[in-house]
C-alpha cells in the first residue's frame, strides 16, 4: 500500500499566497469602509453639522453668532429647564443606581429561588414606551387617579412625576450593566476579608465596590443620559415643570423657532458629552477583575439572606407590575371614571384622534426593517473595522463615528436631520417625511450599541481562520459566510432583536421626522394624550408593549431553534 504525504503549507507558501489574493481584498475592503464612512458621514456628521451651524444663524439664515445663546440664558423661563433637566436626571440616576444594585445582588449573590422570573418581570419595562408610566401614573395618582389621596395635597404633575417614570423605564437598562458587574467575583478576596476579621459592611465597600465600580459609573451614565433626553414621560406627565427635551418640541413644533431649537439641541448635548467623557476616562482605567487564578465566588444561601432578598426585591416588582398593570386596566376601562365596566372601545384606534391602526402598522413595518437592514449595516461595518488589516485611518475614523451616536440624543439626532434632509438644496430632500428616513434615523441612534455587540463577537475569533482560508485561495467573502456569520450568529440575533424593540418603544427620535402617512405608534399615544384620549393612548402603549414582547418571544423561539442547528460545535 502506497503512502501518501499531505502538504503543509509553510509560513513561506502561505505569505505567498496571501499576497496574490491580498491586494484584491484590500481594494475591496478599501471600498467597504469608505462606503461605510460616507454612510455614518451622511446619516450622523453633516446632520449634526446642520444643527451647530442653525445654532448661530437667525430664522432669516443669517450668522449670527452666539446671540441666540445670550438670548437663551437671558430667558429666565429657558434657563431653568436647563436646572430642571440635570435636577431629574441626576435624582433618577441616584434612585435607580441604588435599586437596580440591590436587585442585580438579589439575582447574582443570592439563591433565592425564582431568581429568573424576578428578573424576567424587571426587564418588561424595556419593551414598552416611556410613555406608558407616565401614563400609569396619571390613572394612579393624577386628579381623579385610584390613590391620588395617598399624594396628600400633592401632585404627581412635575418633578416627582417625571422621576418616578424615568426609575421604572431606565431601570432594566441598569441592571443588565450591573447584573454582568456582580457575575464576577473572586473568593479569594472574600476570604480574605474574612480572615482579617472584616465585617460585612466593611468587605462591601473593600472589596464588592471596588470590583465594580466600572459598572457602577457606565449604568450612572446610561441612565443619565436617557433621563436626561426623554421626551415622553416629561411630555405627559412633567405639567408646567419644563425640561430641554420639552423645549426643543416647543420651539420647533409649537413656535416654529428653528434656531432656538437648535440652541436648546446643542445645551442638550453638554452634559451627556461630559458625562460620555466621563464613562470613556473610567472605561480606560479599567482593568480585569477575573484572572486565571480566580476562584468563583459561590453565591450566598440562607434564610436571613432570603428574606432580606425578598423584602428588597418584592416592592421593585409590585412597581413594576403595578404600573404595567394599571395601564393594561385602563386601556380596557369603558370611560374612566364614570363608566368602569371592561371593553375593547379603547382599542378602536381608527375612531380616535392621533394615528389610528395605521400607526400601528407602520410601526411593525420600520421596526422590522430597521432590523433587517440595520443589523446587516451593523454586523458588516464592524466586520470590515475588525478584520481588515492595515488601513488603520480609514478604521480609525469608522469607529470614532460609530462611538458618536451613543452621546448624541434622539430628539437632537432628528432636529439635526430636519435642517440636513429638509433643505431644499441637498439631493437627498426627498427622504424627508418618508419611510426610509426613520429608519435610517432609528439604525444611527441606536448604532453603536449594535457596533460594540458586533465588535466584541468579532474579536473572539482567531485571525488565524482568515490566514489559512487565504493560504487555501479561499474567498474572502465565504470564509465570511462559512465561518464568520455562524460563529457570531448569537450576537447577530441579539442585535436584532435589541433595533427592533427600540424602534418600535422610541419616541424622541422620530418625533420631529413622521409625515402624514408615516405616523408611528409610540408617536400616536402622545397625540392621544395630547388630544384628551389617555384611555386610548394607554391601548396603544400596551399594544406596542405586547407586540414587542410577542416579538421578542417567537424570536427566542427561532433563535433557539437556529441556535441549536448551528452551534452544536459549542457543546463539544
Known sequence: MQNTAVAI?????????????????????????????????????LPLYALLSRSVMSEEGLFIGVDNFIQYFSTPSLLRSFGHSLYVAVCSTVIVITLAFGFAWVLTRTRLPGRNLLKTIAMLPVLAPSLLPAISLVYLFGNQGVLHSWLMGGSIYGPTGIIIGSVFWTFPHALMILTTALKTGDARLYESARALGAGRLRTFFTVTLPSVKYG??????????????????????????????????????????????????????????????????????????????????????????????????????????????MSVYASLVTFWPYNMELSLNNYQFDLMDGGGWEAYRNSLQMAGLTALFGTVLVFVNAYLVEKSRGLTVLRTINQVMAMIPLAVPGMVLGLGYIFFFNHPDNPLNGLYGTMTILIICSIVHFFTVCHLTATTALKQIDPEFELVSASLKVPFYRTFLRVTLPVCLPAVLDISMYLFVNAMTTVSAVVFLYGPDTMLASVAVMNMDDAGDIAPAAAMAVMIMLTSLAVKVLHWLFSRKLLLQTQSWRTH
Not at 426623554?230 to 428653528?258: C, E, P, R, W
Not at 451627556?272 to 444561601?301: C, I, K
Not at 439572606?305 to 418584592?314: D, Q, Y
Request: net charge positive.
Open 9 to 45: 503549507p509553510d509560513h513561506k507558501s502561505i505569505h505567498e499566497a496571501l499576497a496574490g489574493t491580498w491586494n484584491r481584498e484590500r481594494g475591496l475592503r478599501i471600498l467597504g469602509l469608505m462606503v461605510a464612512c460616507l454612510i455614518l458621514l451622511v446619516t450622523l456628521i
Open 216 to 325: 457602577l459609573f457606565s449604568a450612572s451614565f446610561v441612565v443619565f443620559t436617557l433621563v436626561i433626553t426623554d421626551f415622553g414621560v416629561a411630555k405627559v406627565i412633567g405639567g408646567q415643570y419644563s425640561v430641554l427635551a420639552t423645549d426643543i418640541y416647543k420651539q420647533v413644533i409649537g413656535q416654529q423657532n428653528f434656531s432656538m431649537g437648535a440652541v436648546v439641541g446643542v445645551l442638550m448635548l453638554l452634559p451627556v458629552l461630559l458625562a460620555f467623557a466621563g464613562d470613556r476616562y473610567v472605561q480606560r482605567r479599567q482593568h480585569a477583575q477575573l484572572t486565571s487564578r480566580s476562584v468563583p465566588l459561590e453565591p450566598q444561601s440562607g434564610t436571613l439572606t432570603n428574606l432580606l432578598a425578598v423584602t428588597f426585591s418584592l416592592p421593585v416588582v409590585v412597581m413594576i407590575l403595578g404600573m404595567i398593570g
